[in-house]
C-alpha cells in the first residue's frame, strides 16, 4: 500500500467518486489527458507508471480536481464532513479525510500542518465553533483537499 503511482483516471475518477459530479464532465476531463475511459490506445492499454506523473499531466491532473472540488458549494463542503464521525473534532476530522484520500497515515508533523489548514490557523479547539457555520467550514475543508491534491504521496496507492 502507497507504493504504486495512481494513473490519472485513477486519480481523477478516484477523487470523483467522493463528490456529487457529473459523470460526462468527468469523461471529458479523462479525454483532455489523453486517457479516455474503454478507449485505450492499443490492446496493452496506456503507457503506465513514469509516464503518468510529468510536467503536463501532474498539473493538469490537479488542476482538473480543483475544477471539480469547485463544483462543489461551501455548504455541500460542510454538509459532506458529516459523514465523518467526530466532524466537529479536528483530531478526529483531519485524520479521517486524510485516510480517505492517502494510501499511507502522515507523520505528527504533517498531521499538525493539515490540521492547521483545516482550522485556518485558528486553535484546534475553535474547530467546534467554525464547524457550526457549514459555509465557512466548507471553505476551510475546500482548503484542506487542495492542500492534500498537491501532496505526493495523494497519487500513490
Do not use: C
Amino acid at each position: 500500500m502507497g507504493v504504486q503511482l495512481k494513473s490519472p483516471a485513477e486519480s481523477i475518477v478516484g477523487f470523483t467518486h467522493h463528490f456529487d459530479y457529473s459523470d460526462l464532465y468527468t469523461r471529458n476531463v479523462m479525454m483532455a489527458l489523453g486517457l479516455e475511459i474503454l478507449n485505450p490506445p492499443n490492446v496493452a492499454g496506456w503507457k503506465g507508471y513514469r509516464n503518468w506523473v510529468s510536467t503536463k499531466t501532474l498539473p493538469a491532473t490537479i488542476n482538473f480536481q480543483k475544477e471539480i472540488l469547485g463544483g462543489s458549494s461551501d455548504s455541500t463542503l460542510g454538509d459532506w464532513i458529516k459523514n465523518f464521525t467526530g466532524y466537529d473534532d479536528v483530531s478526529k476530522l483531519a485524520p479521517a479525510i486524510l485516510e480517505l484520500f492517502l494510501a499511507r497515515p502522515v507523520n505528527a508533523t504533517r498531521l499538525k500542518k493539515y490540521q492547521t489548514v483545516l482550522t485556518g490557523g485558528a486553535p484546534d479547539y475553535e474547530w467546534y465553533e467554525i464547524v457550526k457555520n457549514q459555509e465557512q467550514a466548507g471553505q476551510r475543508v475546500r482548503s484542506l483537499i487542495e492542500e492534500i491534491i498537491k501532496a505526493p504521496d495523494y497519487y500513490l496507492y
